[in-house]
């Protein structure tokens, strides 16, 4: 797909919290009940509190139109896609592909593995089993994901 997307990121500031914290439930609420039952909102307020301060959030925007969150840490040797966020009206239309494959390219050319943890319940996980991305760990409730370089 390409840049035929016309994608752009731009960091997320302290004024998208709102946008951020609906995109969370938008894009988690299905997740996290197929996996531990009802959505509990102060539960999942409390999270999404504690990590928005914390993270490196960057709004993706494709032509013009802000669809897409990501928040992305980049350590000495590996990055780490954190949470990776496309709204459900957005969904299915390659952009979530193709920034990934974005973020791998980028971390090949710096000699760095890419690394992700996914939910047992979240379908993404075979999207990025086709981008490369193998499982190499799993806790209680995830699985440990990573790509190497080239």
Known sequence: MGDALDIRFELASEDARSYFHALNRACYEAVI?????????????GVFEIKWPTQNFRKIYV????????????????????EIQIHPDHQGRGIG???IRRELADAHVQGKRVR????????????????????????DHQSVMECPPP
Do not use: C, S, T, Y
Not at 33 to 45: A, I, M, S, T
Not at 120 to 137: I, P, S, W, Y
């Open 33 to 45: 009940e197929r996996q531990f039952g009802p959505w509990d909102e102060d539960h999942q307020n």
């Open 63 to 82: 032509k013009d139109m802000l669809v897409w969150g990501v928040w992305i840490d980049d350590a000495p040797d590996f990055v780490q896609l954190r």
């Open 97 to 99: 592909k193709e920034v």
């Open 116 to 139: 992700l943890r996914v939910l047992f319940q979240n379908h993404a996980r075979r999207l990025h089993e086709r981008l490369g991305l193998a499982v190499v760990d799993r806790n």
